[in-house]
């Protein structure tokens, strides 16, 4: 077959096209011009398909559908492109670091890194963008505009894929699927984020110390130790200051004792979120996933836990440089220097340096007893209290003796059991003992 002639050729980029047709659409590209308008929202396009495709979102139609989940889509470009879903075909690749995309437009994007190319300006501030979508969202911070609204709730939003977003919240739709554990998800940054859990990728490097992450807002915060920053401040506590934004949120719910993430399995209420999911997986599932063996090295607690293995103590005072495993202890221990307690009861006053202090002091006024014994069905205010009462159905005996090898279910750390004597403090308990040894 013979090749078809390109002829008409635009003269300003040289591009050619096989039809007439193609050249003045693609000119548009150059000049700006949109002669094509929506008659319902006086939107502008420069392509009359465009257009069309645009009217079916203000009519609803959606004429072509997902026959592996049944979804729905306005333009057949959007089907095309949301099948990659599930086949989780990737065409598009970058010639200079062999990263695969599903759309041809997401590679142009990332293209920019390596280029550092900004073609999207702002011609109110003069900033550049590497995506339009960048330059849109700014523009709206600028003018305030929020032409995005959900028809359930009545939010606004200053961009489409914002609201797209948003809504899923009132649908529980999670169109994002991980392969590996079958976890689904309704944004694709949480998806991502997720996938390297599995694949222990860590793309976001400290240029200081090498350290790298898997997400970069972990990496922004770390950063902050290597510079001393903690740009975040309370402001109850002018001595509180947290190095992210998140941290300061949870933070500022010690003072307002807001616990806004609650168990819909006993209702019990938390201020964290991430404690709620720790809670419901270690009391009602009874799941512990991370175990002793060395082959996670993501998971917050199970690196502290390790660290009673191998000895290491990475946090120091730099008051009185005694050392901890985690640093919630280093700051709790700081307290005793500053004399700080910033956790306050709001029926008497008193004033605590630990919140597990203040629940105690609480569950006084309550008569709160949220530890059960599973054994005779006993309630206690405190878990310590439950642990010491669970010994006697266990006869686990902890607490030995090195003089004469007696075990004991409680330190009783002021109550020589050899001749019964009782001591205020523990180091003339130590002193009295050497009367037994010689």
């Known amino acids: 077959m013979e090749k ?7 003269d300003i980029c ?11 659409r693609h000119k548009r590209i150059h000049t700006g011009q949109k002669p094509f308008h929506c008659n319902v929202c ?5 392509d009359h398909n465009a257009l069309n495709s645009h009217i079916r979102v203000h009519r609803g139609e959606k004429p072509f559908h997902c026959d592996t989940c049944g979804k729905s889509f306005s333009i057949n470009v959007s089907l095309t492109q949301h099948k990659r879903i599930h086949t989780g075909e990737k065409p598009y690749r970058c010639d200079i670091c062999s990263k695969s995309f599903s759309q041809n437009g997401s590679l142009s994007i990332h293209k920019h890194i390596h280029t550092g190319e900004k073609p999207f300006h702002c011609d109110v501030c003069g900033t550049s963008f590497s995506q339009r979508s960048s330059l849109d969202s700014h523009k709206s911070f600028l003018t305030g505009e929020k032409p995005f609204h959900c028809d359930i709730c009545g939010k606004y939003f200053s961009q489409s894929n914002n609201l797209t977003i948003h809504q899923r919240v009132h649908t529980g739709e999670k169109p994002l699927h991980c392969d590996t554990c079958g976890k ?11 996938i390297r ?4 990728e860590k793309p976001y490097h400290c240029d200081i110390c090498g350290t790298s992450f898997s997400d970069q807002s972990v990496l922004k915060c770390h950063k902050c130790i290597h510079a001393g920053e903690r740009p975040y401040h309370c402001g109850v506590l002018i001595t509180s200051s947290v190095p992210r934004c998140s941290n300061l949120i949870t933070h500022k719910r010690i003072h307002t004792r807001e616990k806004s993430y609650h168990c819909d399995v006993c209702n019990t209420s938390f201020s964290d979120q991430s404690a709620l999911k720790s809670y419901i997986q270690s009391v009602h599932r009874g799941e ?22 191998t000895g290491k103590k990475t946090f120091h005072c730099d008051i009185c440089s005694k050392s901890f495993f985690q640093k919630c202890d280093l700051h709790r221990h700081k307290r005793l220097h500053t004399g700080e307690k910033p956790y306050h009861c709001d029926v008497c006053g008193t004033s605590f340096s630990d919140r597990s202090a203040l629940n105690s002091h609480i569950r006084v006024y309550t008569g709160e007893r949220p530890f059960h014994c599973e054994f005779c069905g006993k309630s206690f205010s405190e878990s310590a209290t439950l642990t010491r009462h669970t010994r006697i159905h266990t006869g686990e005996k902890p607490y030995h003796c090195d003089i004469c090898g ?13 001749c019964g004597k009782s001591f205020s403090r523990s180091n003339i308990l130590t002193t009295h003992k050497r009367v037994h040894t010689g």
């Open 4 to 10: 078809k002639e390109r002829s008409p050729i635009t």
């Open 14 to 24: 040289d591009k050619s096209f096989s039809h007439s047709c193609n050249l003045t």
């Open 42 to 46: 006086s939107r502008s396009f420069s």
């Open 184 to 194: 689904s998800f309704s944004q694709k940054g949480s998806f991502t984020r997720h």
């Open 197 to 200: 859990v599995h694949t222990a």
């Open 288 to 309: 512990k996933p991370f175990h002793c063996n060395g082959d996670n090295d993501d998971d917050f607690a199970f690196n502290s836990h390790m660290r009673f293995h």
């Open 406 to 418: 007696t075990s004991f279910s409680q330190q009783s750390a002021l109550n020589c059991h050899i």
